[in-house]
């Protein structure tokens, strides 16, 4: 095995990592900690890929994708929600 193809072997661990501690910020009471944790499970889904394709693993290449959706999805959803909360209330 060279050298490339062991560093790939061992992407999985950063991946791992990774997920857990977007799991981790994604519960998290703070605003900032939990849109970081989107951000974080984006990453987390670009190294599962990368490791997929080098294990030719095609089930969880597209779980990654799958999941990289709704994260942005969760990105832009809680986006809008900060973006309604910043604004004044309508005067009655």
Excluded: C, Y
């Excluded at 977007?22 to 889904?45: I, M, P, T």
């Amino acid at each position: 095995m060279d050298f490339s193809a062991q560093w790939l072997d061992w992407m999985q661990w950063p991946a791992m990592l990774a997920t857990v501690l977007a799991a981790w910020l994604v519960g998290s009471d703070r605003e900032r900690r939990r849109s970081a944790g989107f951000w974080v499970f984006l990453a987390s889904n670009a190294l599962w890929i990368v490791w997929g394709v080098h294990d030719g693993a095609m089930a969880l290449i597209a779980l990654q994708l799958a999941l990289a959706a709704l994260n942005l999805r969760g990105v832009f959803k809680a986006k809008a929600k900060v973006k309604q909360q910043a604004r004044p209330a309508a005067a009655s």
